[in-house]
């Protein structure tokens, strides 16, 4: 790339400080052009910048050059006073001097296409500039110092040795090597595989750690969901009235329990209903309720089984409502929760109880976690090769290489090895400016 890049690192607007990014060829005739010469690399210097002769801002310069920077190339950073007013001056200046600015997740694109990263580190950052709870922040820093990279690195080792001793049957057969070479890649191809589906089984946990834990209140009609749901999100974010059918659409509010992420849903009433609006709304409560990673379903004093117990599946929490008029449902009561919304009895032990499941659900994991569906559809494409690879051994050894080929090749697009230009701008579009 011959061209040098810039943009505003720091969020808009009146602040403190506000950091312009730089990155290219151009940054130090950038820099020399600006007033501020060339600071020794990696050490905060003072300077004046100037344009024209008039004074643009006193500054804070960090200077690094490539290659041994984020990007690859040389870089600065221009610590700037936080006023709209100098963050466009010196932008304008830029402009002038013939840089452009950065498109989303350029810095980080460049940082990827210059060997500084791999397209899953790459991932990592943007996945760390989002992060809203320590586990999502955990998560992105160990995919960030290459965790993921290093387990999907080591399948494709295996992948590669058990192609090599396929591959020396098919290019020696007059060759002195011993017989059935190809079958002895048979028990490295089963513990492969026995890897391949252990990842596959965790995939769920990291995309739930880094976008939500999903957690729906199911029930009848005045079953007290979204009594619930207010107690439960700390606000009055639901409308609850004693009229049946109150709820109509889905609710969502965004919680952390426990350090992670977690998406609560208040859902309408269970029921049959000619009440067209209504209808829609029991409708996406089914659905939400069926997508959902743990249901609470809730049931008031006299509340049958109904609709809400098909929708509900093993290891979710039944809740016993409205406590306080003292009595509960029979149904199961010893494994349920009774709460009162209104003294707050049970409250507590249903906070805990959610904690403890999401805990347990997205905690642990041998495999670093698969944080993206395209990661997650690679490996269920390397596993299948691979598996195809295993019968084709008893076949011939040549189906078996190129089944093992096709395998090698989507582990290494995770992490941008080969033929990746296809999703890079589908990766960096979700990037912010300045990174």
Avoid at 176 to 195: K, M, S, Y
Avoid at 214 to 235: C, D, H, M, P, Q
Wanted: hydrophobic share 45%; proline share 4%; glycine share 10%.
């Amino acid at each position: 790339m011959t061209d040098t890049i810039f943009a505003l690192a720091t969020p808009p607007g009146r602040g403190a400080v506000a950091v312009i990014r730089l990155s290219g060829p151009g940054v130090d005739p950038t820099l020399i052009a600006l007033g501020a010469g060339l600071p020794q690399a990696r050490m905060a210097t003072l300077r004046t910048l100037s344009r024209d002769d008039v004074i643009l801002d006193q500054a804070l310069i960090l200077r690094f050059p490539g290659p041994a920077s984020y990007t690859g190339e040389d870089v600065a950073e221009l610590q700037l006073h936080g006023g709209r007013a100098v963050v466009e001056s010196v932008s304008r200046s830029l402009l002038a001097l013939g840089l452009r600015l950065a498109e989303p997740g350029e810095f980080t694109r460049r940082a990827f296409e210059n060997g500084r990263m791999d397209l899953a580190q790459a991932e990592a950052v943007a996945d760390l500039v989002d992060a809203e709870t320590a586990a999502q922040a955990g998560q992105a820093l160990g995919q960030l110092g290459g965790a993921l990279s290093r387990a999907y690195a080591g399948f494709r080792r295996d992948l590669l040795k058990a192609l090599s001793l396929i591959e020396a049957e098919i290019d020696f057969p007059d060759e002195e090597v011993p017989d059935g070479l190809a079958r002895t890649a048979g028990p490295l191809l089963d513990g492969l595989i026995a890897d391949l589906e252990t990842a596959l089984a965790g995939a769920a946990r990291g995309e739930r750690v880094r976008d939500g834990y999903r957690i729906v209140l199911i029930g009848e009609t005045n079953a007290g969901k979204s009594a619930l749901f207010n107690a439960l999100v700390a606000r009055e974010a639901a409308i609850v009235t004693p009229i049946a059918g109150t709820t109509r659409d889905v609710l969502d509010a965004e919680l952390v329990i426990g350090g992670y992420a977690v998406i609560l849903s208040d859902t309408a009433g269970l029921r049959t209903s000619d009440d067209p609006i209504e209808a829609e709304g029991v409708r996406r409560a089914r659905l939400r309720a069926s997508d959902a990673d743990l249901r609470l379903w809730v049931l008031a004093p006299g509340d049958e089984e109904g609709e809400a117990g098909a929708l509900a599946q093993p290891g979710d929490l039944r809740v016993f409502s409205k406590a306080d008029l003292g009595s509960v449902p029979s149904l199961d009561p010893g494994g349920g929760i009774a709460v009162s919304t209104l003294t707050g009895e049970g409250l507590e032990a249903l906070q805990a109880r959610i904690a403890e499941r999401v805990s347990r659900d997205l905690s642990g994991g041998d495999f670093p976690a698969v944080t993206r569906e395209r990661h997650r559809l690679r490996l269920t494409e390397a596993l299948q090769a691979t598996r195809d690879a295993r019968s084709a051994l008893d076949v011939g050894p040549e189906t078996a290489a190129d089944d093992l080929r096709r395998a090698a090749s989507a582990l290494a697009r995770v992490t941008g090895a080969v033929d990746v230009e296809d999703v890079l701008g589908e990766v960096f579009a979700s990037f912010c400016i300045g990174k």
